[in-house]
């Protein structure tokens, strides 16, 4: 019985103490190089990139990329062109991300465009057949969508395309790491109809179709990230309004087990007296 008692108290002291594991925690992180290509308190701006080589769309926090061409370009003299861009971001979001109440997502992307890209039932043009489909810029959080911007402003030419998302009251704001991962879609379907014709097939008629977007600082999204989101508690679970997910981490929690285990030891101690008695 006596042996007992005495663990119990051993058990609550050793509760009591300290626990350092393998030095200080919050320098190590200190000297952990910051990836910049993740989001951090200064460099809240998401970066378009692509490679044809690899036929491979994607983005990041920084705005330079060396393995990234300038644009994306694609053309066809006659028939439909399906652009169906997907950025996802490359590394993953290792951070966890507050979304700003009330705040916007702000976009800036730089588009040329040629040929047709208007449905019109117009059997002489391009997408007469009901087969085009105008600019779609959609933001994802994960398979979460955020917002879709509909662009129907554009002309022949060079477009610097200005768009925002509002946060709404549903808007998902809690973004954790990597089941949160941005993805970027552009989405657009555009037709040419150039032809030969005439003698010796030397005449040309119709217009071809072409799209192009520009990378790096060229197109880009601001994300608004509160403030709050640096904050270690957050980065490391704790509950947005200031508490934590994890009663294990509760200030007193540790106290309140060794306390308990004191109060056994007692138990035990009353106990085995009364029996003596």
Same mark, same amino acid.
């Given at each position: 019985?006596?042996?007992? &008692?005495?663990?119990?108290?051993?058990?609550? =002291?050793?509760?009591?103490?300290?626990?350092?594991?393998?030095?200080?925690?919050? /320098? #190590?992180? &200190?000297?952990?190089?910051?990836? %910049?290509?993740?989001? /951090?308190? *200064?460099?809240?701006?998401?970066?378009?990139?692509?490679?044809?080589?690899?036929?491979?769309?994607?983005?990041?926090?920084?705005?330079?990329?060396?393995?990234?061409?300038? +644009?994306?370009?694609?053309?066809?003299?006659?028939?439909? %062109?399906?652009?169906? =861009?997907?950025?996802?971001?490359?590394?993953?979001?290792?951070?966890?991300?507050? %979304?700003?109440?009330? !705040?916007?997502?702000?976009?800036?992307?730089?588009?040329?465009?040629?040929?047709?890209?208007?449905?019109?039932?117009?059997?002489?043009?391009?997408?007469?057949?009901?087969?085009? *489909?105008?600019?779609?810029?959609?933001?994802?959080?994960?398979?979460?969508?955020? !917002?879709?911007?509909?662009?129907?402003?554009?002309?022949?030419?060079?477009? #610097?395309?200005?768009?925002?998302?509002?946060? +709404? *009251?549903?808007?998902?704001?809690?973004?954790?790491?990597?089941? $949160?991962?941005?993805?970027?879609?552009?989405?657009?379907?555009?037709?040419?109809?150039? #032809? #030969?014709?005439?003698? =010796?097939?030397?005449?040309?008629?119709?217009?071809?179709?072409?799209?192009?977007?520009?990378?790096?600082?060229?197109? $880009? =999204? *601001?994300?608004?990230?509160?403030?709050?989101?640096?904050? +270690?508690?957050?980065?490391?679970?704790?509950?947005?309004?200031?508490?934590?997910?994890?009663?294990?981490? &509760?200030?007193?929690?540790?106290?309140?087990?060794?306390? &308990?285990? %004191?109060?056994?030891?007692?138990?035990?101690?009353?106990?085995?007296?009364?029996?003596?008695?």
């Amino acid at each position: 019985m006596r042996k007992i &008692a005495g663990l119990a108290v051993f058990m609550a =002291l050793m509760m009591l103490v300290p626990v350092q594991a393998g030095g200080n925690v919050t /320098t #190590q992180q &200190a000297d952990a190089e910051e990836d %910049i290509r993740q989001p /951090t308190k *200064e460099n809240k701006t998401l970066y378009m990139y692509w490679d044809d080589s690899n036929t491979k769309a994607w983005t990041h926090f920084s705005n330079n990329d060396s393995s990234s061409l300038e +644009e994306y370009f694609e053309e066809k003299d006659n028939g439909v %062109i399906n652009i169906d =861009l997907q950025f996802r971001m490359d590394p993953m979001l290792d951070k966890r991300l507050i %979304i700003e109440e009330g !705040g916007l997502f702000r976009g800036s992307f730089t588009i040329s465009v040629e040929g047709d890209w208007t449905n019109d039932n117009d059997g002489q043009t391009a997408c007469g057949q009901n087969d085009c *489909e105008e600019l779609n810029i959609t933001l994802l959080a994960g398979p979460n969508e955020i !917002g879709t911007h509909h662009e129907t402003g554009l002309v022949a030419g060079d477009n #610097q395309v200005v768009f925002n998302f509002a946060v +709404e *009251e549903d808007t998902i704001k809690d973004w954790d790491k990597a089941d $949160y991962n941005p993805v970027i879609k552009v989405e657009m379907k555009l037709a040419g109809n150039r #032809q #030969q014709g005439g003698i =010796l097939g030397l005449q040309q008629s119709g217009e071809p179709a072409s799209f192009s977007m520009k990378m790096g600082e060229s197109s $880009y =999204l *601001e994300f608004p990230i509160d403030d709050a989101s640096w904050d +270690e508690s957050i980065q490391d679970g704790g509950d947005i309004d200031g508490g934590s997910s994890n009663s294990e981490d &509760a200030p007193g929690f540790t106290l309140v087990v060794a306390s &308990a285990a %004191i109060a056994m030891a007692v138990f035990v101690n009353s106990r085995r007296e009364d029996e003596e008695n």
